[in-house]
C-alpha cells in the first residue's frame, strides 16, 4: 500500500512547492517593482475683464459708472475663444436694477473700437481669434460714460457691466455655448459668424 501512495505524495508535493514559488514570485513583484505615478491635470477655462487702470478678479467687471480700454484676457491655462456681453442698466442704491433702461445717446455714450476682431453676433460680442494663455483681446469699448443730461431715476446710478465667458478654443468646444450664431475654423484656430 505504501507503494501506491508514493505518486500521490510526490504530486502533493509537486504542487505545494509549485504554489510557494508562484506566491514568491508575485511577492517579489509587487515589493520591489518601480513606482510610476500618473499625474493627470484637468485644462482650466478661464477669463477675466480689465481697462485702463483696473484688471477684474472674476469674469465680471464690477458695476461703474464710464469704462475706458476694455477688452478680456484668457486667465486659463489652454487656448480659449472669448464671448462678451454689454449690460448696462440703471440699478438703485440697493443694488436692484430700475425698470426703466437707459438709453444710449440719451443716458449714456458708448464708443466700440473699430478695426478689431471683435465682431457682434446672436446678442453678444465674439473675439474671432483664438486667444493663447494670458494674452488679451483687442480692446471692445474705447469709451462708455453716462451723458450730463441724463434722465437717471431717483436714487439711482448708471451700471456699465461687461461679462466674458471663454471656452476652450476647439471645433466642438463653440457647442457650449449652445447657439447657431458662430462657427469655429476646421483647425480651431477662429471663430467666425454663420
Known amino acids: 500500500m505504501r507503494k501506491r501512495n508514493i505518486p500521490l505524495v510526490l ?6 512547492i509549485g504554489a510557494l514559488t508562484v506566491g514568491t514570485t508575485v511577492a517579489y513583484l509587487f515589493t520591489e517593482g518601480s513606482r510610476v505615478d ?20 472674476g469674469n465680471a467687471q464690477t458695476e461703474a459708472t464710464s469704462k475706458s480700454n476694455v477688452r478680456v484676457r484668457n486667465t486659463g491655462d489652454v487656448t480659449a ?3 462678451a456681453t454689454i449690460v448696462i442698466n440703471w440699478k438703485g442704491e440697493d443694488g436692484a436694477v430700475h425698470a426703466r433702461t437707459p438709453v444710449e ?10 478695426g478689431t476682431d471683435w465682431f457682434f453676433a446672436d446678442g453678444a460680442w465674439y473675439f474671432s481669434e483664438a486667444l493663447e494663455p494670458w494674452e488679451y483681446t483687442d480692446v471692445l469699448i474705447t469709451s462708455c460714460q453716462m451723458l450730463p443730461d441724463a434722465d437717471v431715476p431717483e436714487n439711482a446710478h448708471l451700471s456699465v ?7 476652450q478654443a476647439t471645433v466642438k468646444a463653440v457647442e457650449a455655448w449652445s447657439n447657431d450664431a458662430v462657427t469655429a475654423s476646421a483647425n480651431g484656430a477662429q471663430l467666425t459668424k454663420k
Open 11 to 16: 504530486l502533493v508535493c509537486v504542487c505545494l
Open 38 to 57: 500618473n499625474h493627470f491635470k484637468p485644462a482650466r477655462v478661464a477669463c477675466t475683464v480689465a481697462e485702463d487702470g483696473y484688471i477684474g478678479s
Open 81 to 83: 475663444y472669448i464671448r
Open 105 to 114: 445717446g440719451t443716458d449714456y455714450s458708448l464708443q466700440l473700437a473699430t
Open 161 to 167: 457691466e461687461i461679462v466674458a465667458t471663454a471656452v
